[in-house]
């Protein structure tokens, strides 16, 4: 699954628009909606995006061993 699906699905969970999104991480609608549809969100992009819904961005590598990068 892209960021720009996982993002669409935090927008529709917490029954929310792009533009209310856009508005609460201070950028444009329009941007934040060519960054969705173009999947060019930086790592700092989607901490703020699940911030600003009330959650938390995190990614990372996680190995069968539990090693976690």
Same mark, same amino acid.
């Given at each position: 699954? *892209?960021?720009? +699906?996982?993002?669409?699905?935090? $927008?529709?969970?917490?029954?929310? #628009?792009?533009? @209310? !999104?856009?508005?609460?991480?201070? *950028?444009?609608? +329009?941007?934040?909606?060519?960054? $969705?549809?173009?999947?060019?969100? #930086?790592?700092? @992009? !989607?901490?703020?995006?699940?911030?600003?819904?009330?959650?938390?961005?995190?990614?990372?590598?996680?190995?069968?061993?539990?090693?976690?990068?």
């Amino acid at each position: 699954m *892209t960021n720009a +699906q996982k993002v669409k699905m935090a $927008i529709a969970y917490k029954n929310t #628009s792009q533009k @209310e !999104l856009a508005d609460a991480i201070g *950028t444009s609608t +329009q941007n934040l909606s060519q960054k $969705i549809s173009r999947d060019t969100l #930086s790592a700092t @992009e !989607l901490e703020k995006i699940a911030a600003a819904l009330g959650g938390v961005y995190v990614s990372r590598f996680e190995f069968p061993d539990g090693t976690k990068i």
